[in-house]
């Protein structure tokens, strides 16, 4: 984290030209800094093809193949089979600290919350605490414990980590966003402050602890600083990354939401942002390049942007829903059961029920009474029910790419690999992946058919198509009367999925996603939506931003970086006038920060909106005392004559 981790790589493969780790982790370090495309930059396209020549030629051991196979599943877009080579390596050497620092970075990729949290968690009990790279572990678990909201764990394993090694930027990056979350932002400020003389030369991390410090100042009403925090620290020439171009543009939005204006600062972050586009690495990425072309008034490029965007998500193998989400998530268990009994083995906590197996059959792949495909090899007493079949196709879009093209063939040299189709009606053993992550198992009954590697996987995985009925819940998650009683009239639609293995929200943390994919289902909504706000049409950015909600983590980075368009939707609903909708999603913000000044004081406006006189002043009075109060206090220090600055006056009460 500290000095140029990238360039001392380059300069260690320089010195040694068969280097493989120096040259793989140079590799990663590119592909991690959000504006590089693996595919066509040229330094990792050079990279993969020395890396994979060392393979080839014998020069390689385990561990390093292990890291050139995840280098090529990441930068070829399969993120979620980089984190899953990664932990097979791991499942081998839980002491190797460089892969779960990799790892760690990949997930964060993803906007895996859990996975943040248990990649480091899973190691650290083979670990002994006075181990070289254990306090490492330390910031990294607490950093996943706060993305999972565990501040508590999170303080206590980040200050223990810097309590004991006090160079650690990415411990103190964790604690930072504890005291941010919990609105702790004195003490996040004087941490920052009184620990700077050694994260300024952190150069992965500088800028965006500069960014966290902006936000904090912000909360506290101090805009001015703020403004001269962005100028000195994310002001063009210092945002030269892509996740630095993203906290200056990040920033810069959160003062215009608080009606701060930002003048000529837009256009100078436009010839950054431009060097990003058509990459299309990380769709956190691309909707912040959609934020600065829309602020900054640059309407041909924003449609140029959002038209590649689209193309870049068609062009993509995982384009067709054909690894989706578990089935769970958009209906919810109680409306799935009233569907069909049979779905409820599905949750991530409950075994496959024997009135959900097939009874045995002398010909596996004959279609069953209902016509649908039994699983080989399952015994049982009952026919699947007619809501669940085994996929021997892929539901939608191309055939998988076979193992000579994956990044699994990096594990064997060129002379002894072989070509495997990753498809259910094919053999597929161990031999033709590194290992199964930790808490996956073959299962017995699956004689031939494929295992998907699935980290932190507690049950057998097997994928299945599911026809889920295409309707919505109602408010408590049942189903329409009509819809319970005849669920078979629904209209369907294919998804998908895996038994066990890890859940989530909308397309599922276990699927190796290609982000082209969540750019079309995601990403793509969102830079709409937020473009559409700049412009003035708060109707088309709650149409967009609000059905994305529920899925934002998918599209990488950490909660507080994704906030700004939660906020944004907060806006853009009390724009609108949709006062009911405004008044849900900020009492939801009051809940989970109840010390948000700013929070408070839209939430009081919206109070008052809605003629609820009572807790609107309630809330004003919160606003007055937790961050607002603040603000006052210092701007009467700042301006003894009572002159109030123009970026307050917003704030002005009777």
């Known amino acids: 984290m500290t000095g140029d981790p990238a360039g001392k790589c380059a300069v260690a493969a320089s010195m040694e030209p068969g280097f493989a780790m120096a040259m793989a982790l140079e590799a990663f370090f590119i592909v991690m800094s959000g504006g590089a495309n693996g595919r066509t930059d040229e330094r990792v396209v050079s990279l993969r093809r020395r890396l994979q020549y060392l393979v080839d030629s014998h020069h390689c051991n385990f561990r390093e193949r292990s890291f050139v196979a995840a280098l090529h599943a990441w930068s070829d877009g399969r993120i979620r089979e980089a984190a899953a080579i990664l932990e097979g390596w791991l499942l081998e050497q839980p002491h190797d600290v460089l892969a779960v620092r990799v790892l760690h970075d990949t997930y964060y990729f993803l906007g895996d919350a859990e996975q943040l949290r248990d990649s480091p968690g899973r190691v650290m009990g083979g670990w002994d605490a006075q181990r070289p790279g254990y306090l490492k572990l330390c910031g990294m678990f607490a950093f996943g414990a706060q993305e999972c909201r565990q501040f508590a764990l999170a303080e206590e394993q980040g200050m223990r980590a810097l309590s004991e090694e006090m160079e650690d930027p990415w411990a103190l990056h964790a604690v930072v966003h504890v005291y941010e979350s919990l609105g702790r932002r004195y003490e996040g400020q004087r941490l920052l402050r009184t620990s700077r003389w050694f994260w300024d ?294 998804e998908l999925v895996s038994i066990g293995g890890v859940g989530g929200l909308g397309l599922g943390s276990h699927s190796l996603v290609d982000p082209r994919y969540v750019a079309a289902s995601v990403g793509l909504a969102v830079a709409e939506g937020m473009a559409a706000y700049r412009t003035g049409r708060s109707d088309e950015a709650v149409s967009r931003l609000l059905p994305a909600r529920s899925s934002l983590s998918i599209m990488g980075g950490s909660r507080a970086q994704r906030d700004v368009f939660s906020l944004t939707l907060e806006a853009a609903a009390t724009q609108s006038r949709r006062m009911l909708l405004a008044r849900a999603l900020l009492r939801e913000r009051a809940t989970n920060a109840p010390n948000d000044g700013h929070a408070m004081y839209h939430l009081s406006s919206v109070l008052f909106a809605t003629g609820d006189y009572r807790q609107a002043a309630q809330s004003r009075d919160r606003a007055l005392r937790f961050g607002l109060g603040q603000a006052r206090h210092m701007a009467r220090q700042a301006h003894p004559e009572g002159a109030m600055p123009k970026n307050l006056e917003p704030f002005r009460t009777g």
């Open 201 to 494: 030369s952190a150069t992965l991390l500088n800028v965006h602890l500069h960014w966290h410090w902006g936000l904090m100042q912000l909360g506290d009403g101090q805009f001015e600083r703020a403004m001269g925090r962005y100028d000195e620290w994310l002001r063009e020439d210092s945002a030269t990354e892509a996740l630095n171009v993203c906290d200056a543009a990040s920033l810069l939005w959160r003062m215009e939401l608080l009606g701060i204006d930002a003048f000529d600062r837009w256009a100078e972050l436009v010839p950054l942002v431009r060097r990003f586009m058509g990459q299309h690495v990380m769709p956190y990425v691309d909707v912040h390049i959609a934020m600065v072309l829309a602020a900054a008034g640059e309407e041909s490029l924003l449609a140029d942007h959002l038209a590649s965007m689209r193309s870049a998500a068609l062009r993509s193998p995982l384009f067709e829903p054909a690894m989706s989400s578990t089935v769970t998530a958009p209906l919810g268990p109680e409306a799935m059961r009233q569907a069909d009994p049979a779905w409820g083995f599905l949750h991530r906590e409950e075994a496959l029920p024997e009135s959900a197996r097939a009874e045995p059959s002398e010909a596996p792949d004959a279609p069953s009474e209902s016509g649908l495909q039994r699983p080989r090899g399952r015994e049982g007493t009952g026919p699947l029910s007619p809501a669940v079949r085994v996929a021997d196709e892929h539901v939608a879009g191309p055939d998988p790419p076979s193992l000579r093209d994956s990044p699994f063939s990096a594990f064997a040299p060129a002379s002894e690999r072989r070509s495997v189709v990753l498809r259910s009606n094919e053999e597929f053993s161990l031999a033709d992946a590194p290992a199964l992550p930790l808490g996956s198992e073959m299962d017995p009954d699956a004689q031939d058919r494929p295992i998907i590697p699935v980290p932190m996987s507690t049950l057998p995985v097997l994928p299945l198509e599911v026809r889920v009925p295409d309707f919505g819940a109602v408010d408590d998650g049942t189903l329409p009367e009509d819809a319970a009683n005849d669920p078979g009239s629904l209209p369907t639609r294919p």
